[in-house]
Structures are given as C-alpha cells and as structure tokens.
C-alpha cells in the first residue's frame, strides 16, 4: 500500500518535471539562439562604427601628411612667420650628448676637429648637431 | 461522447500527418532545393577590402596612401524617373547630366556613376535620397606630396593596379589577395557578423628617398628650368657608399593625384629612361683606366697647344686653346685634345673594358621599372673617327644614372654599387618582412680612386671648369660636362641645342652624397660649368645643413657647451 502510494507520488513528480525540462531546454535554446542573434546585431553595428572611425582615420593621416609636407611647412615658415634657411656659414654645431642644463658660449678655438684633444673631450663631428 | 472523441483524435493524427508528410516535403524531398533559396534570400555576399600598403620615405614620411571613400551606382532598373534623378545627380557631382542619364537608362541592375565620390559629394548625393541609387566603399591611392618624387612613387590606375614607378614595380608587396565573406542578413537586409576581418592590408615600404633632400632638389631644379628656359632637367643624389637613392628628380613632372591631366613626357623618368651622349663627364673612363693600367702619371705631359686634334676626317677643338698640359690639368681644364691623346696611349679595347667596368651600356639595377642600358659599341664596331670621339664622350648613350653610380665609385674608393630605392618592406603592424641586400665590384683600385679624387677636387677650385660649383666650407669633387645634341632633321650635333651636367661628390675626402645634375637645351648659355654646376652647388649646401654635415673650417667658429 504504501509502496503504491510512493509510486504514485513519483509519477506525478516526474510528469510535470520532464514537461517543465522539456519546456525549460526548448526555451533555453531560443533564448541562446536569440542572444546570439542580438549579439551579432551589435558586433555588426560595432563594426560599421569602427570602420567608420578607421576611414576618419586615414582622412586624418592623409591630412597630416599633406600638412606636413617640406612645401607646405616652408610656405608657412617663409610667408607666415618670416624665417629663412640658414646661410651655411652661420649654422653653429654644438655638442648633442652631454646631460644637464645648457650652458653656452663662444669660445674660439678651445676645441678643434680630428683633434685628439678634442677627441678625448667627446667632440667629433659624429655627435655634434 | 466516446464518439466525439474518437473523431476528434482522428482529425488530429489527419493533420498531425499532413504536417508529418508536408515537413518530409520540405525537409527529405525539396531539401535541396528549398535550402538553396534560402541562402539565396539569407546570405549576401561582400568583397574583402584589398587596401594597398604605403609608401614611406626613410623617415616614415608618408608619400603614398589610401583614403577611404564611396562609390555611386545605381539600378537602372529600380529608379523612378531617370530624367529627374540624372539632373539632380549632375548638379550635385558635376558631371554632365545626360552622360548620367544615360547610365541610369541604361539595361542591368548595376551600373557605376561615379567611382571614388569625395565626402562632401557623397554627403550630398545621400541628401537627395534618390531611389535605385547605392554606395559601395572603395579605396583611392592618395598622394599628399603631390608632385614631389612623383616618377619614382608612381601611379594607380582606378582599380588600385600599379601602373608607374614603386606602385608598379612592387605591386605585389603592396597589395594582398582579397577574396568574398558570406554574411547571413535578416529580412530587413541587416547583416549578421561572421567575425571575419573585412579588410586585406598590404605590406608597407620604406623607401631610401628623403623628403628633405627631395624637396630641396626639386625646387632647384624648377629654378634651373625657369632660369635657363631648358626642355628638361634630372638630378639624382645617392648616398655612393651604399647605392641608397636620396633624391631623384624630373622636369617636367606630374601631379599623381590627378593623371589625367598629365601627358606621357612628364610622367617619364628621365633619370633613368632617356639616354644622352655625356659629353666630358665620361672622361671620367679614360682618366682612370690611364692612372688604374699606368699609362700616365699626373704630371705626363700633353701638347694642347694647338687646340685642336685630327681624327681621321675629323677636327676635334678644345673649348679654349691650353698648350702644355699635364694630365691632371687635362681633366681639370677638360681639354678634349688632351683626352684624345690619353685615349689614344689607352687603345680602343682597354676603353671599352673599363666603361663596361664602370657599367656603361647595361642597365643599373635600381628597382625602379623602365630603366634602359644605354649604348656603347664593342670596339671590333668602332669606326675610324671613334677613338676621337669615345673618349670626351660621345657616339656613346647613357643614362644620368649610370653617370652618376660611375662618380660614386670614385668616391667610395673603387666600388661600383647598385642603386636603389627600396630600403625595407614592413608588414601592416610594423615588423620588417624584407630587406634588399645589394654587393658591390671592385673596378678600379683604391688608389687609383683615390688620385682622380684629388684630380676631381681641381675642377671646383681656381683653374677648373666648375668653381660656380664650390660649396662654401666643404670641398667637391667633380666634372662638368656639355655634349651636343644630335638635330633629328640633319642627323648631325645640333650648334643650338646642348645638354648641360655637372657630377660630383661631397664632402670630397669624405663623401656623405654623390649627386648629378643634368639640364636640357639650356638657353642662353650652355656650359655644364656656368649651367648645371650653379644647381648644383645650391643643392648641396642646403642638403649639407639638412644632413647635419659640418664645414670643414669650422674650427674657430664651433660653440661651446658646458654642462
């Protein structure tokens, strides 16, 4: 008898539980299937949008290039702010390597090129300027 | 009621099975069929887009690019009214509007309208919301420099196929295999990601060329071409230890961005392509193969004092009678009597061998498409007037390159190098995938290069032809050259019509650039001396500076920093 009962017990549990698996995997897969879907709805508009900043970007590299082209740079440096290329004879070389705050000076012939002095002192015309 | 019942399962299991037999349908029967149509209707198809690489100078200064922009078609077949859609299409883009008419009344479902819209255009096409008209994106080849180095970086054609210079010689490493992607869409036409990389990028390359440099040339030479009102000019600067080109120009040039409006001598790349007699900057051959086989010694004399030389039925003059001249002031003065007589002691076989040496008569290598190999005959075709007219460089053809990779041999000690102007390829992310390795031969010895150095050296100082050329605080080492051009009419040298060159090197005892400048049928004057060396000397100050070259009597005027 109560062995009977149990039995009956079981089957009223299991029935209602294969329904709600079965019902709960069949929503399961439409719901993942959906997420998917919306998932790659977005991806696809993310990649519009970076296709669309990459192509701002290469507007924005071709104009800088075109900016920063030597004509352009010398257009603006003649005409806008008055400077000139330097005569050759008034470049000055000055030593590149050292470390620290500047300090600079004149100083006629204390160094000298290909010099061994001046070698010994780091002056040479590989690191100057 | 168990009636009822039993006739209400019947009617179930009825349509349960005609939903079991039409699902076989679809599904077993029609399979096939069914599931193409559906892809059909689900899958679109889209092209990988193929995007060139840049092009860079040896500072990664961009020369060649892509921008990104739409192009404009439409379907005939779905527009509503042609006529209103080409007028307002002609006044938005420009184009004529029955030109457009008739593409839009055209036959098909596609037909281009305009490739390669501009921003502003596209924005307003889109503004007028016109039915059968679409945009698809495309890529065009974008020059910022515009006219600088245009004959060495090329051209496109509209389909982005190289068709001129780097863009055409190295196609293959520029662009990449494309392809199709399939996407699924919805039934508005939505497309799905496949999470597939929807652009193919091509291998970036760095080339040898400065912009610097190129700039600085390039204005040079307009000024040389507005000063001396010449058909033509080239300058060439390479570094001549390495090969490595720094700058190479043309004039008349052209604007990469807008081809169609150039024509086919402006695109053509003298430098390499035009041949011309040399004139006395070929003595460069008899000089050195007389020092290299010991024929003269610097200080041999030769009689010039009469300005003039007979060969065969031929009178060969000297632009300036000289008299006695040893074979260092020969070349210095550039005396085409003394030359000769060099030439002469020389023998035509020998003449030959070393212009073949210095790679005269065959092509330079540079890795730029187009190039020629010149022209100089094998001695057994000489005739009996050549070995007068060989020597000071002429019945010979050469290119300004191959001039100018001869100078550089002398400069870097007796190495003939090759020229070129690829240094490396980049991949797109920035790793180098290819490097050209280049060797050089030996053609003449060290010191023999190093003697005609100190001859060269001359010709920029007082005495020699080309003191315009001296450059203020650094020596050059040069030779100017002035050669007749041959009149197509009489097939004789013109008297009016002349190439002007001068080629050299500095800083002399320690070249940093090798440089060539050559002007076409100059007018006013014609000397290579008064001419090309001027062009010269201008370029290769600026380019000193730019190259942090520092003068040679520099000493009392260095500054001094402490720290």
Same mark, same amino acid.
Request: proline fraction near 4%; charged fraction near 25%.
């Given at each position: ?33 959906? #997420? ?7 991806? #696809? ?51 590149? +390597? ?6 600079? #000076? ?11 002095? +001046? ?11 | ?60 200064? %961009? ?98 196929? @190289? ?33 597939? &990389? ?16 190129? !700039?600085?040339? &390039? ?39 807008? *081809? ?16 011309? %007699? ?33 060969? @065969? ?172 051009? *041959? ?5 004789? !040298? ?13 800083? =002399?005892?320690?070249?940093?650039? =090798?440089?060539?400048?050559?002007? !076409? ?32 009597? *520099? ?9």
């Amino acid at each position: 008898m109560i062995k009977m009962a149990q039995k009956s017990m079981a089957s009223c549990l299991l029935k209602p539980l294969f329904v709600i698996i079965l019902l709960g995997g069949v929503f399961g897969i439409v719901w993942l299937r959906s #997420s998917i879907l919306t998932m790659e709805y977005t991806i #696809s508009e993310l990649e519009c949008k970076k296709m669309e900043k990459l192509r701002q970007a290469k507007m924005l590299l071709a104009e800088r290039a075109m900016l920063l082209s030597m004509q352009k740079v010398e257009k603006t440096a003649v005409r806008s702010l008055g400077l000139v290329f330097p005569d050759r004879t008034r470049v000055v070389y000055v030593k590149a +390597a050292a470390q620290g705050p500047l300090k600079a #000076s004149f100083e006629e012939n204390r160094y000298r090129f290909r010099d061994e002095s +001046a070698t010994a002192a780091g002056v040479s015309p590989d690191n100057v300027r | 009621m168990r009636k009822r019942g039993i006739i209400l399962n019947t009617a179930l299991c009825f349509v349960f099975l005609i939903v079991v037999v039409r699902l076989f349908d679809i599904m077993i029967v029609n399979h096939k069929r069914l599931y193409a149509k559906a892809q059909m209707q689900q899958l679109k198809g889209e092209d990988i887009r193929v995007r060139r690489g840049m092009i860079l100078d040896r500072h990664g200064r %961009e020369l060649a690019l892509n921008l990104e922009l739409e192009s404009l078609y439409c379907d005939p077949a779905g527009m509503d009214s042609p006529e209103k859609s080409a007028a307002a299409l002609s006044s938005v883009t420009g184009k004529p509007s029955r030109a457009i008419l008739t593409k839009l009344s055209s036959e098909g479902h596609f037909v281009w309208i305009q490739r390669k819209l501009d921003p502003d255009t596209t924005t307003k096409v889109k503004e007028l919301k016109l039915k059968g008209i679409g945009f698809m994106n495309d890529s065009k080849r974008y020059y910022p420099k515009g006219h600088l180095a245009s004959q060495i970086v090329g051209f496109v054609n509209i389909d982005n196929k @190289g068709i001129e210079g780097i863009e055409l010689k190295y196609d293959g490493y520029l662009s990449s295999g494309g392809g199709k992607v399939l996407f699924s869409r919805d039934a508005s036409g939505k497309t799905l990601s496949q999470g597939v &990389e929807m652009e193919s990028k091509g291998n970036n390359l760095v080339l040898t060329l400065d912009e610097g440099l190129q !700039y600085t040339v &390039e204005v040079e030479l307009d000024r040389a071409m507005e000063q001396w009102r010449a058909s033509a000019a080239t300058a060439i600067m390479m570094d001549p230890f390495t090969g490595e080109i720094l700058a190479l120009a043309n004039r008349p040039s052209f604007d990469p961005n807008s *081809i169609s409006g150039s024509k086919n001598f402006e695109r053509r790349n003298r430098a390499i392509t035009d041949c011309y %007699e040399p004139g006395s900057t070929f003595k460069i051959i008899v000089g050195t193969a007389a020092l290299e086989e010991k024929v003269v010694s610097l200080d041999s004399p030769f009689d010039c004092s009469r300005g003039t030389i007979e060969i @065969g039925k031929r009178v060969v003059h000297d632009a300036h009678k000289h008299g006695v001249l040893t074979f260092k002031e020969v070349i210095q003065k550039s005396s085409n009597v003394g030359s000769i007589m060099v030439g002469m002691r020389l023998g035509k076989e020998r003449i030959y061998r070393y212009a073949k040496a210095f790679g005269f008569g065959e092509k330079t290598g540079i890795d730029l498409p187009g190039e020629v190999s010149g022209l100089i005959r094998p001695p057994e075709r000489w005739s009996g007037v050549s070995i007068g007219s060989v020597p000071i460089g002429q019945e010979v053809a050469v290119t300004p390159l191959q001039v100018l990779r001869a100078y550089s041999a002398i400069a870097n000690g007796g190495m003939l190098v090759t020229p070129h102007v690829v240094s490396r390829a980049l991949s797109p992310e920035g790793e180098e995938i290819w490097k050209p390795t280049f060797g050089a031969t030996r053609v003449i010895s060290s010191r023999t290069a190093e003697t005609f150095k100190d001859i060269l050296k001359t010709v920029t100082e007082e005495g020699g032809t080309a003191k315009s050329a001296a450059v203020n605080g650094n020596n050059v080492a040069g030779k100017t050259g002035t050669a007749q051009i *041959i009149d197509p009419r009489t097939k004789r !040298y013109s008297t009016e019509k002349f190439v002007s060159s001068f080629v050299g090197f500095v800083p =002399a005892d320690d070249p940093k650039i =090798a440089m060539i400048v050559v002007v !076409y049928e100059p007018k006013g004057q014609i000397y290579g001396g008064v001419v090309a060396a001027p062009v010269f000397k201008r370029i290769a100050e600026n380019a000193l500076s730019y190259l942090n070259v520092p003068r040679e009597d *520099i000493h009392g005027n260095m500054l001094v920093v402490a720290r």
